[in-house]
Each structure stands twice: as structure tokens, then as C-alpha cells.
């Protein structure tokens, strides 16, 4: 686990240090050492180690259309997958255990009463908040993201004309 060594060294920079670095470390800390941080982290591990390889193979230059259409789909495909609660689960569950190892408190963050610039989610537990206002949101504004960068502009031309050349 990665973050208890970035933990050890803000806390050693608060102790020794003083001015600005003090306060950027100890603001640091603050913000690291909280549930929402490790499950935001949880998640992008979960999103990014499934799109790295793949970002990779979208690289190589021998890869035609066709393949990488049918690779960005298939990417979509188990996005789309990962809504199942067995998904969130298992990811609530790893970061409900950093947070232990840390002694994170697990809870729902203070919600105002009066929202105006998004959904104002009261949920009875902080598994159905993070759930729906960090996993599902992310989730979402990925795939949104991934279609309309591959899917909503593509040409059928373009598609038709890689399939007459014989690569």
C-alpha cells in the first residue's frame, strides 16, 4: 500500500519543517487522510488498470480501425459491467480496509441541507452514498467520455474504405 509511506512523510514534513511547506504538507495530509481521497483512489485503480492496456495496444502502429472499434467496445462492454453491485463491493470493501489500516473513520461527509450546484444524495449508509455520488458518477462520465470521443463523430466511410484495403 502506497499511501502509508506518503502519509509518514507529510507527518515528518509538518515535524520538521515550518512557513509555507508546513502548511502545503499539513493541508496535504488533511486531505489524503480521509475516506472520500482512498476510495476516489480505489476507483480510478479499478477504471485505469482496465484501461491501460489497452491504451497501449490503441498505439501500436500496425492496429487497424476495425480492431481498435472492436478493442474500445469491448472496453465499454465491461465498464458497463462494473455497475454490478459485486464490483462496487469489492472496491468499497479494499478501500474501507486502507482506511482502517490508517484509522480512517468510514462515514458519509457532511451533507448541507440547501444544494444548488448538484444532487444533494441523503442515502442511509455511507456504502449507498459513496456508491451513488463517487463510484456511478465517475463510472458514468467515463464511459460518456469514451463514446463520444470514439463513437459519436465516426465516419461509416471511413469504416467502409478500411475494410476494401487489405492491411
Not at 29 to 40: D, G, N
Not at 95 to 113: D, M, R, Y
Amino acid at each position: 500500500m502506497l499511501i502509508i509511506p506518503i502519509v509518514q512523510f507529510l507527518e515528518d514534513m509538518t515535524v520538521n519543517t515550518d512557513g509555507n511547506i508546513l502548511s502545503k504538507c499539513n493541508g496535504l495530509l488533511h486531505s489524503i487522510l480521509t475516506f472520500e481521497f482512498i476510495f476516489a483512489l480505489e476507483v480510478a485503480v479499478e477504471i485505469l488498470s482496465l484501461t491501460l492496456p489497452i491504451s497501449r495496444k490503441l498505439q501500436d502502429p500496425g492496429l487497424d480501425l476495425t480492431k481498435c472499434i472492436e478493442i474500445i467496445q469491448t472496453v465499454l462492454d465491461v465498464l458497463k459491467n462494473k455497475r454490478q453491485n459485486a464490483t462496487f463491493n469489492n472496491i468499497f470493501n479494499r478501500a474501507a480496509s486502507k482506511a482502517e489500516n490508517l484509522n480512517i473513520e468510514v462515514k458519509t461527509p457532511q451533507i448541507c441541507k440547501r444544494q444548488i450546484n448538484r444532487s444533494n444524495n441523503i442515502t442511509s449508509s455511507p456504502e449507498e452514498y459513496f456508491k451513488i455520488t463517487v463510484y456511478f458518477t465517475v463510472l458514468d462520465n467515463f464511459i460518456t467520455s469514451i463514446q463520444s470521443m470514439f463513437f459519436d463523430n465516426q465516419n461509416p466511410i471511413l469504416f467502409k474504405i478500411q475494410q476494401l484495403i487489405p492491411y
